[in-house]
Nanobody
Framework: QVQLVESGGGLVQAGGSLRLSCAAS????????MAWFRQVPGKEREFVGS????????RYADSVEGRFTISRDNAKKTVDLRMNSLKPEDTAVYYC???????????????WGQGTQVTVSS
């Protein structure tokens, strides 16, 4: 069982930056692909980006490509999401997820954090 805890959300003005972090409890953290999703009320959970087990491969949604960066530190069992040039449409609850492969949908990930709110004001 992998437990994930996100941190770093908050309120930021448009054009600003935030860094989200996700800490894992599992000592075999390096066996899991990691991803970030986001969700706004009334909408489906949306893929933001993912990173492979060793961090060699990353994928991003078109909406965040070039603005967001995912990184991981397997020794510290953390995965970060660096968000730059934030837009009001980036406002959502952001979730960290762990799975056996780098899928594009929530079904690919078995373990989830509780989420952290990101609000971008215009």
């Amino acid at each position: 069982q992998v437990q994930l805890v996100e941190s770093g959300g908050g309120l930021v003005q448009a054009g600003g930056s935030l860094r989200l972090s996700c800490a894992a409890s599992e000592r075999t953290f390096s066996l899991y692909a990691m991803a970030w999703f986001r969700q706004v009320p009334g909408k489906e959970r949306e893929f933001v980006g993912s990173i492979s087990q060793m961090g060699a491969t990353t994928r991003y949604a078109d909406s965040v490509e070039g603005r967001f960066t995912i990184s991981r530190d397997n020794a510290k069992k953390t995965v970060d999401l660096r968000m730059n040039s934030l837009k009001p449409e980036d406002t959502a609850v952001y979730y960290c997820a762990a799975g056996s492969s780098m899928g594009w949908t929530p079904l690919s990930y078995a373990y989830w954090g509780q989420g952290t709110q990101v609000t971008v004001s215009s």
